[in-house]
């Protein structure tokens, strides 16, 4: 997303090598949010194996099902963790080392949210949006590119939209023995969890629509607002399949089987992309 974003302030299209760096940065932070993830996962399935191991889809993780066994999966956990931070470190030094504190705190945060912070009650949501401000943070300091507030807050409603939706697929999925998979969802109703979800997609729309009127990088005409609809419509398709298809439990899932999903992605990251392109100063 940084990179895209970025097309109106940093790229040259008349010098390849400055939007080749770019693009190379880009890939080597998203490498390295990718290890320190992976490093957080292996850790929440270590501790979440038992109860894992009494759900239907997630008793198939390698851990639950006994085919990484925990001594394997911790040490992997830290040399996943070192290779990020250690890498962060070393290969940001030319731009700044701010990506290795983001990346660092993003670490520390999501240890916090495996041990402690996600058996409190909304805290354990609110979490996981913080955690990807975190990595678009990353990213946009990576680059070298100054990020709009309201970027920043649509993507952390944009992760709230997600995780109140794998709540309430999780509670649809499990009923009754919901809270013994994850003691939290105790404390969640599926009304409690739609009145939420109707808050935060609202206010995702909205904060997405002042951040294409008011971000500094953008066409001065607010042409970026043609890409509002794609927007919405990703919204309120996500809506459709967790309501008839009983989806969301796993986004990543719902977007690699949904066609219009799909290319309603593309068709938001081409517009953005011709926006930025023809109407750059």
Known sequence: MALVFSIDDKWQLTEPSTWLDLLGWSVVTFVLLCLISSADYLVNDVIDRESDRRHPTKRNRP??????????????????ASVAIGGAFALTAPLTWHVGAVISGYLVLMVAYTLVLKHIVLIDMLVIGAGFVLRAMAGGLAIDVPISPWLYVVTALGALFLIINKRRAEITLLESGAANHRPILEEYSLALLDQIGALVTASTLIAYGLYTFTAENLPDNNSMMLTIPFVLYGLLRYLYLVDRHKEGGSPEEVLLKDRPLQIDILLWLATAAAVLVVFRD
Do not use: E, H, Q, T
């Open 63 to 80: 851990i639950a099902a006994g085919l990484l066994s925990v001594r394997a999966a911790l040490i992997w956990a830290v040399i996943f």
